[in-house]
């Protein structure tokens, strides 16, 4: 089944959902096979490395470098990767609320993640958007 495309319906059912960790980003050299013992939830590969996205807990035990230590909010909606304003409208209501916020899509889900510290704040802020309030954010909705 695709996911969903209506990006009001896509806002109003997302039901975001703040995971349990911290994550941290790392990058390091070479393939990703070394590195799957890790067991990273995300990876890319660009010119200058490879990104690992990490447990905190993992990065640490490997003695891996990181910047800043995130959480995870997932939309727990299914968005289609074909969606369009999803990506934007969130990171416009977080934007407002001066919180960061690193997106990463995936098949069925997108997925945020913002400084540990904003975490709490971040979820009420989207909590919010799907509401259709702003999340007291001046943050029009499409």
Known sequence: MGG?????????????ILGEG????????GGVAPWLALDP??????????????????ADAAGLSYGPVLRLITLSVHSALEAVGLTASVSAALTRANISAN????YYHDHIFVPA???ERALEVLRALSRGD?????????
Do not use: W
């Open 4 to 16: 969903e495309t209506d990006l009001r319906r896509l806002l109003g059912e997302m039901k975001p």
């Open 22 to 29: 911290e994550y941290v980003y790392c990058a390091v050299d």
């Open 41 to 58: 939830i995300g990876t890319f590969r660009e010119a200058e490395g490879l990104t690992l996205i990490l447990e905190r807990s993992s």
């Open 103 to 106: 997106v990463v899509a995936a």
């Open 117 to 119: 510290a904003d975490a």
């Open 134 to 142: 702003n999340g007291g954010v001046n943050c029009p909705l499409p």
